[in-house]
């Protein structure tokens, strides 16, 4: 035990350390907790059952009868499920990234809790008597996330009682009255009402609740320099609760009544982010959509609160909602691990017209069938539900047009293709929208698309797969760019020697076509460069194809590189010199400039001084191997020769039956 923990004996022969400087936050005080609580702790784990615990956020499959579950693993951004949960274990692990542990560990993870506050999670959740720690409760002037939790739940509370019995909430009621909401709804989603009295909370939670437990709530916002407490915009607004997927009040939205708007407040609010609440990773209404989004694999995903209470109000419970904001990278890595199919649904006036094509590049490279759905007649879901029955709606869901088309109608409509400008217009707006498409490069999907938008405007397809990577590079460089604008100069863009330069023209290849990524694994390594940087670049992009399955795009690399400004200065110099010597087009030869079995021409002679390096010792490369025009004299592996036959042969099919402007 440190100098600064004391003992607090308990019931059952269980012994807590409290730290009176630190509290619980104490590091000494986890290691003893974890050292002497082992009685508790093992009644903790035995009596938590990790596969329930982990399905409230993962869709976990069975497999062996029950043996393992197998499910997208939450830690790192995966396509092919690599994340196992073994029962007779109590414990996961994921294959790819190697997070792994007990149930513990899990909520510690997924929570961002210490150890001791996930114990005490489990514990309730268990329905186990907590040992006392000797806090002094939610009154210590710095809560736990426990405490957060506390203090918003009775600050739904008041609202929600203010609501439905309130005389100063007559003109609420009367608007949820004209919206159709029935007092089952209002109660099962904890609806409020703060009074126009803008401290009414705040004076309630006097002698209860000191100034920073409010704002580790989200509650009160500290003033800039100390300068006091400033309560939120609550006053006057209809309250909607938000839940956390595990149903615990963590946030509040709020809607000014209508008829009773201020111009110097925005319509809607909501909480801003605090220990308990991150608005980029929560839903609205998910921890009540869970079951039905895993059981059917689809989920509706809607603009606002109202819209999506009324979803479950008819009967539609797989709609959740995003909180005032875009949707992010979050939200769509969270979703596609329990559905499969996602239909956006917006109003069709121009805003949510534009919000709809806004929010399809964040799906559309992921492997989920997304549909972009306007509600007709200028209507949000909640008027569409009031005079519609669930069946009108489901059904327009199942009609809604598949996100790539809906962005080619949408633009379509602001062009046509009556003239040639309109047809390139609309050729650009779409090669704009995939090149912008992170992830998207090199995929089945992006050929896919690509084809019918030049079958629609009858374009060749090898003239609009060549526009599409140079605009690619383009706007690849114009990130690296910004990400390295401050920094030292570039790396010179010539190497000193023949092995630098085979070594950097192959980096050049690997950042415009990165799915050639697993020819070059299946031969080179780092060590077989010499170049200190390019083997650095060259384990960049190995590590994101062999721990993560994803293909080594230029904004993957940006990411690993953040805070490396040699790495994002050699980055930006191989972008450069990849776009002058059009690197593109002669991967995409398909003529004369190729050699028996279909292999390009550029990579081999790019590989053999590489290979040869690889096999032969350090001055030994032959002359052959040295000529510029000669054939490559290293040799591909036969496995790596006919994953590269089949690629370039479906890269040649996919551009053989394309049309040209008339």
Known sequence: MQPCCRLVPENA?????????????????????QGTGDDFRELVRSSTNLVDLVAETVTLKPLHGGRQYVGLCPFHDDHNPSFYVYPDRQSYRCWVCQQGGDCFRWVMEIEKLSFPEAM?????????????????????????????????????????????TGRMAEHAREYVEKRRLTAETVRNFRLGYHPEDRYWLM????????????????????????????????????????????????????RVLPGR????????????????????????????????????????????????????????????????????????????????????VYDSDDAGQRAAERSISQFIAQDLDLRILNVPSGKDPADYLEDHSREEFLSLTASAAEAWEYKLQAVLKRTGVATLAGRQQVLGAMLEFLAGSQGLAGTVREDMILRSVCWRVQVDERVARQQLGELRGTAQKKLVLRRSDELPEAVPARPENALDRAERELL???????????????????????????????????????????????????????????????????????????????????????????????????LGPLLEKRDRPAGQLSRQMQAQSGPAGGTLDENARAALKKLTEFRRNQTGNSGTFK
Not at 120 to 141: C, Q, S, T, V
Not at 273 to 298: H, L, P, W
Not at 586 to 606: K, N, Q, T, W, Y
Request: aromatic residues 8%.
């Open 203 to 254: 004076d309630r939670a006097r002698g209860k609740y000191t100034p920073a437990q409010l704002v580790s709530a989200g509650l009160l916002r500290e003033r800039d320099e100390g300068q006091g407490y400033s309560a939120m915009d609550l006053a006057d607004r209809l309250i909607f609760p938000i839940f956390d997927e595990r149903s615990r009040i963590v946030a509040f939205g709020g």
């Open 261 to 344: 708007n201020d111009q110097n407040r925005g319509k809607y609010w909501n909480s801003q982010e605090s220990g308990i609440f991150q608005k980029r990773r929560t839903m609205y209404a998910f921890d009540r959509a869970r079951e039905t989004i895993r059981r059917q694999e689809f989920v509706i995903i809607v603009e606002g609160y109202m819209d999506c209470i009324a979803c479950h109000q008819a009967g539609v419970l797989n709609a959740v909602a995003t909180l005032g904001t875009a949707l992010t990278e979050e939200h769509v890595r969270f979703l596609r691990r329990f559905a499969s199919r996602v239909v956006l």
């Open 13 to 33: 022969g269980f012994v807590w350390y409290w730290c009176d400087l630190f509290g619980d936050q104490c590091a000494a005080g986890v290691r003893e907790v």
């Open 508 to 606: 050049e290849i690997l950042l415009t076509c990165p799915d050639m990524i697993e020819i070059v694994g299946r031969n080179l390594g780092p060590d077989d460069f010499r170049n200190p940087q390019h083997q650095k670049l060259l384990e960049l992009c190995l590590d994101l194809w062999k721990e993560e399955g994803e293909l080594p795009e230029l904004g993957r690399l940006i990411s690993r590189a953040d805070s490396d400004s040699a790495m994002l200065n050699l980055i930006n110099s191989i972008v450069d010199s990849a776009e002058d010597k059009g690197i593109f087009r002669l991967m995409s030869d398909g003529g004369e400039g190729r050699l028996a079995g279909a292999i390009p021409v550029h990579l081999e002679r790019v």
């Open 120 to 164: 005490e999670n489990l514990a309730r959740r268990a329905r186990l008597e907590i040992p006392k720690r000797g806090r002094g409760g939610a009154g210590a002037d710095v809560p736990g996330k426990a405490a957060a939790l506390e203090i918003v739940e009775w600050a739904a509370n008041l609202m929600h009682e203010a609501l439905r």
